[in-house]
């Protein structure tokens, strides 16, 4: 079975999105599915069939997480010594050639990537160009719009 990599922050916001599910959204539910079994007549009873497949969604989520959690290698990323190249979970700044724009992305496993919070997956184009190479180093990537060429400034492991 291959363990899926998880950088230690990502495992601790699984893990308290696990719970604040668990303790807050779990009972909410179970309360709205109560509070529609007391308007009577199920078969017709919009708020006790949205209650119900609520709580499906929501317990699907609880099992997905902590299958992922059970099953995740969780890296420590400020121990890591890579001699200065980019491997999973370093947070890399790119100088985009094309736009002459820096932005910054951390390389991280596909259960914590995020784009808008700038946490790429390992398994991404760009992420994927960017493993194994270090400052200085050009890379390209293909991407649906064509190439785009990028320049590695800087890596940390924080």
């Known amino acids: 079975m291959q363990r899926t990599p998880l950088t ?10 696990a719970a604040h599910l ?11 599915i109560a509070e529609a079994r007391a308007h009577g007549d ?9 209650a119900r497949e609520q709580q499906g969604f929501t317990e699907g ?7 992922a959690l059970s099953g995740a ?15 999973f979970g370093a947070t890399v700044t790119l100088y985009e050639v094309v736009t002459e724009a820096e932005i ?20 991404s184009p760009i992420a994927r160009a960017m493993i194994g190479r270090e400052e200085g ?3 390209v990537v293909k991407a649906p ?3 785009l060429a990028y320049e590695i400034i800087s890596v940390e492991y924080v």
Do not use: C, W
């Not at 230690?8 to 999105?17: I, K, S, T, V, Y």
């Not at 668990?22 to 709205?32: D, E, F, L, S, T």
């Open 8 to 17: 230690h922050h990502g495992a601790e916001r699984l893990r308290a999105e």
């Open 42 to 50: 199920l078969k017709e009873n919009a708020e006790y069939h949205a």
């Open 61 to 67: 989520r609880i099992q997905h997480l902590e299958s």
């Open 104 to 123: 910054t992305y951390q390389v991280v496993g596909d259960l914590e990537a995020d784009i808008k919070e700038f946490r790429i997956a390992i398994t």
């Open 145 to 147: 719009a064509g190439e």
């Open 73 to 87: 290698q969780v890296i420590d990323v400020t121990k890591l010594n890579a001699g200065g190249k980019v491997v």
């Open 137 to 139: 180093d050009e890379i």
């Open 22 to 32: 668990k303790k807050v959204v779990r009972p909410q539910i179970i309360a709205a």
